[in-house]
């Protein structure tokens, strides 16, 4: 029987690489993120934070890329090549995990809230549409600045104020997969609400958390690094960072267009990335797009 299954699950994984596959611009956007996970994960091994200390700067203030210096370097004479490289870790990070923790409340709210029918589904939807009418971005320069600006902190921050619209999704996907007729049948067999959640509703909305994932992470990233430039951050190796330190050292005036160039087109490759592999994966998993495409 784990034979039959383990050739289902490989033959169910080739039929969605091939799928994948012909979604061009998803394999682009995949090719991008696995080079910049890549890149970020073996980072240490050929750097350290030392590269954003102000005092380790070895170079010529405000030069320009050159041979020596791909992409330029800043006030202090640091490379700007090695600040990117560096603060990739950092921005990757909190992305990832601010999108995993809002990825987790959102479809812990939104099946509860599509399961239990009555008062139960109802307040949850009621404190969903709470937090989706805030600000989220202005929620979490609150709590970001109350909390203090560390990693950790814009983590949550982020994660607890961008789960609504996940859970209002998750919530209507829990509400279609329950009313197909083998649920009735499940309950009619004894099937108990454990039972019928982890073995129905969550298979059936996992592919749909997974295209929202990658979606909630390139959010993630921007919204750190908008903290970042807002100066609400105490991080010193995200890219938001490197464009705070720049406007705040006058990179235009100074006609240090690198600075500010490089690590905003790093956050835009990251970011169009994660979107053109989104899409590409919604274009799969839906049947309904997958048939129109």
């Given at each position: ?30 090719v991008?993120?696995?080079?910049a ?28 890329p ?5 992409f ?5 004479g ?14 990757l ?28 589904g ?72 454990w ?41 010193k ?24 160039l ?32």
């Amino acid at each position: 029987m784990t034979s039959v299954a383990m050739a289902r699950r490989r033959l169910a994984l080739s039929r969605f690489w091939a799928d994948f596959r012909r979604q061009r611009a998803g394999v682009v956007g995949l090719v991008i993120l696995i080079v910049a996970v890549v890149l970020a994960l073996v980072a240490p091994l050929f750097i350290d934070e030392s590269v954003t200390s102000v005092v380790t700067g070895t170079g010529p203030k405000w030069a320009a890329p050159s041979l020596d210096y791909p992409f330029g370097t800043d006030e202090s004479g640091r490379s700007i090549l090695l600040m990117v490289w560096w603060g990739s870790r950092t921005s990757l990070l909190i992305g990832f995990l601010a999108a995993l923790l809002s990825i987790v409340i959102g479809m812990v709210v939104g099946i509860t809230a599509g399961h239990f029918r009555g008062w139960i589904g109802a307040s949850l939807m009621r404190v969903t549409d709470w937090f989706l009418v805030l600000p989220s971005l202005v929620t979490a320069m609150v709590l970001a600045a109350i909390l203090g600006g560390s990693t950790f902190t814009i983590i949550m921050a982020i994660g607890v104020t961008t789960w609504p619209t996940t859970a209002r999704l998750i919530r209507a996907q829990t509400l279609a997969v329950e009313a197909r007729p083998y649920i009735e049948r499940s309950k009619a067999l004894g099937g108990g609400h454990w039972h019928i959640t982890t073995r129905h509703v969550v298979p059936n909305v996992a592919p749909l958390l997974l295209a929202s994932t990658t979606l909630e992470v390139a959010s993630a990233i921007v919204t750190e690094s908008t903290l970042a430039f807002l100066g609400v951050s105490s991080n010193k190796t995200s890219w938001g960072t490197m464009l705070r330190g720049s406007y705040d050292w006058g990179a235009p005036t100074q006609g240090a267009w690198w600075y500010i160039l490089i690590p905003g087109l790093a956050i835009l490759a990251v970011v169009m990335a994660f979107m053109l592999a989104g899409r590409a994966l919604e274009a799969v998993l839906n049947p309904q797009l997958r048939r129109a495409s």
